[in-house]
């Protein structure tokens, strides 16, 4: 890792400050990631080797929990995500293990002689990433669509990401708390259709996610969860 000279593991969000404002011409590529995300593994390789290939790239590794004041500026819900920035300027943001879109677009924004129209232009952090793909219907129909998805089993987590491939903090926490406790569980990724995400958080009145829902009823986030199974309510309710 440190052969690569315009690499560098973020360790502050001084030493973030100071990396991103030595040339504010320069491309930078903020890669957010999690020690316990395994996608993050092979992505971690693919950031080295495009960091080999483009000298000119500066390429900074950013751990999503360990630096959230940095996470947060950039609304970083998931990982890995990438940034893309000229300056103070987004270029581009993509979301997931997508080695081939990160390439094309680094290959865009530093291998072209020219320089591509930016996505926007701002002296504030980034906008946050298009939303995920919306199915349209009516509102009875969505929230038909819902009542499903939450009966759909007798325990449900709607999550970021998957058991096996969790994409935030905060769902890696509940599901392996739920396998933990040999608790037979579905899931529903959030992160692949908005208007299931925005559409249970009116439906449930909560804002947040995971959200764990049993016998077709809202229990709460992951502090409620953890309270419920130390207490042992958990087991009660699932009984």
Not at 103 to 124: F, M, N, T
């Amino acid at each position: 890792m440190a052969a690569v000279s315009n690499l560098y593991q973020v360790e502050s969000s001084d030493q973030f400050k100071g990396l991103l404002s030595k040339d504010l011409q320069r491309v930078s590529l903020l890669y957010f990631w999690a020690p316990w995300a395994e996608p993050c593994k092979q992505m971690t390789e693919v950031i080295t080797e495009l960091s080999k290939k483009y000298p000119k790239l500066l390429s900074l590794q950013i751990e999503a929990e360990g630096q959230s004041d940095i996470s947060e500026s950039f609304d970083i819900e998931s990982v890995p995500s990438f940034i893309i920035l000229r300056g103070h300027t987004l270029l581009d943001r993509i979301l997931g293990a997508d080695a081939p879109a990160l390439a094309k677009a680094i290959e865009k924004y530093v291998g072209s002689a020219e320089s591509p129209a930016p996505l926007s232009r701002s002296e504030k952090s980034p906008a946050a990433p298009p939303p995920a793909v919306e199915k349209k219907g009516t509102p009875e129909e969505l929230d038909t669509r819902l009542r499903r998805l939450m009966n759909q089993s007798r325990v449900v987590l709607f999550m970021k990401g998957s058991p096996d491939q969790p994409r935030c903090g905060f769902s890696r926490k509940i599901s392996d708390l739920l396998r933990n406790k040999n608790i037979e569980f579905s899931h529903f990724d959030i992160l692949t259709d908005e208007s299931v995400r925005q559409g249970l958080k009116k439906l449930n009145d909560w804002p947040t996610f995971p959200q764990l829902i049993i016998k077709g009823e809202l229990v709460g986030g992951l502090d409620i969860v953890k309270e419920m199974a130390e207490t042992g309510e958990l087991d009660q309710l699932i009984a």
